[in-house]
């Protein structure tokens, strides 16, 4: 995962706005995703953004896609304590579903 | 639907030790995975199939093999355990047709090698 990164750590207070960043390296990339981890549990799809958009809204969760850049982010609105856990930010490569690149993930807690 | 299940879920070898982690999913998924997940080094891909009797290396292949000789099964091997190989293992699954490429993930098999 040494090509796409991650912050390992992000403390928000309950309530708050979570902000979650990410780089990825391969220009080429068509889809962009972010799972969550829950202990002891396997990644969950969260949401995904498609390379040509720039933004995605789903309820509490927004992902914005910066190309020129390669920064992906992922904001949490409302943060609650059942958000809680590991988010990993992952690109798929040359359309090819075997060459799916995870960050290191990010954990995410909360504060009351 | 079950998803994708693995077995077992937790297992202690001694170093030299062999064994077998069984992945199943029952999405008919053309595509399987196995990762090893440790900590601060997210997901490295050990090795992948894209269909029934076909399988590749990943990122971290060595050390392990692995058999696709059912559509639904994917079963990872250590024929010779080393302490480097404590991790959480993650299998997953994909459908290969169009659409987002989604992965599904099993809930893990934490192994510790002594």
């Known amino acids: 995962g040494e090509d796409v990164e991650q912050s390992l750590f992000l403390s928000v207070r309950e309530g708050d706005s979570s902000v979650i960043n990410c780089t990825y390296t391969?220009?080429?990339?068509?889809?962009l995703y972010w799972y969550k981890q829950e202990p002891g549990a396997g990644l969950q799809l969260l949401t995904y953004i498609f390379s040509n958009m720039d933004m995605k809204q789903d309820q509490r969760l927004t992902v914005l896609l910066n190309k020129k850049d390669k920064h992906l982010s992922l904001r949490i609105a409302d943060t609650q304590t059942g958000d809680s856990a590991i988010y990993f930010c992952?690109?798929?490569?040359?359309?090819?579903?075997?060459?799916?690149?995870f960050g290191s993930g990010t954990r995410l807690s909360i504060r009351p | 639907n079950a998803g994708v299940t693995q077995t077992p879920k937790f297992r202690v070898l001694k170093t030299g030790q062999s064994m077998t982690l069984l992945c199943a999913q029952d999405?008919?998924?053309?595509?399987m995975y196995w990762y090893r997940q440790d900590p601060g080094m997210g997901l490295r891909l050990i090795h992948y199939s894209v269909g029934e009797g076909t399988t590749a290396k990943g990122e971290v292949p060595d050390g392990y093999n692995v058999s696709r000789l059912k559509k639904q099964n994917f079963l990872l091997g250590l024929e010779s355990a080393a302490p480097s190989q404590t991790s959480v293992y993650f299998c997953a699954s994909s459908y290969s047709g169009q659409g987002s490429y989604e992965q599904y993930f099993g809930p893990g098999t934490r192994l510790t090698v002594t």
């Open positions: 391969d220009s080429s990339s068509t889809y």
């Open positions: 999405m008919n998924h053309e595509y």
């Open positions: 992952a690109e798929m490569r040359y359309s090819s579903a075997s060459k799916i690149i």
